[in-house]
Nanobody, 115 residues
Framework: QVQLVESGGRWVQAGGSLRLSCAAS????????MGWYRQAPGKQRELVGI???????TYADSVKGRFAVSRDDTRDMVYLEMNSLKPEDTAVYYC?????????WGQGTPVTVSS
């Protein structure tokens, strides 16, 4: 059974940086895709960035050049490096993985960016 646990979310000042981590468990196979979504107050969940097993990445236009998704398949970990944070980045960030046509989600870790 796949389980995802995020960590690293906290308050941060605008312009600062933050690194989120996600530990995956429950599979002996590499995940087809790993990454992050977020849900800001009053908005729907949106894609932040994902990385496939083959190294193909997809990012939201709003975070390109500022955020980066990386993964360590030997440890079943996925990370989100966030730089030049803006107040509009404030959201609950959810770890996401895709495996064998199934989607899995973490519980979320909140990030608050203040001016």
């Amino acid at each position: 059974q796949v389980q995802l646990v995020e960590s690293g979310g906290r308050w941060v000042q605008a312009g600062g940086s933050l690194r989120l981590s996600c530990a995956a468990s429950g599979s002996n196979f590499a995940f087809d895709a790993m990454g992050w979504y977020r849900q800001a107050p009053g908005k729907q969940r949106e894609l932040v960035g994902i990385r496939t097993y083959g190294g193909i990445t997809t990012y939201a236009d709003s975070v390109k050049g500022r955020f980066a998704v990386s993964r360590d398949d030997t440890r079943d970990m996925v990370y989100l490096e966030m730089n030049s944070l803006k107040p509009e980045d404030t959201a609950v960030y959810y770890c996401y993985v895709h495996l064998r046509r199934n989607d899995y989600w973490g519980q979320g870790t909140p990030v608050t960016v203040s001016s």
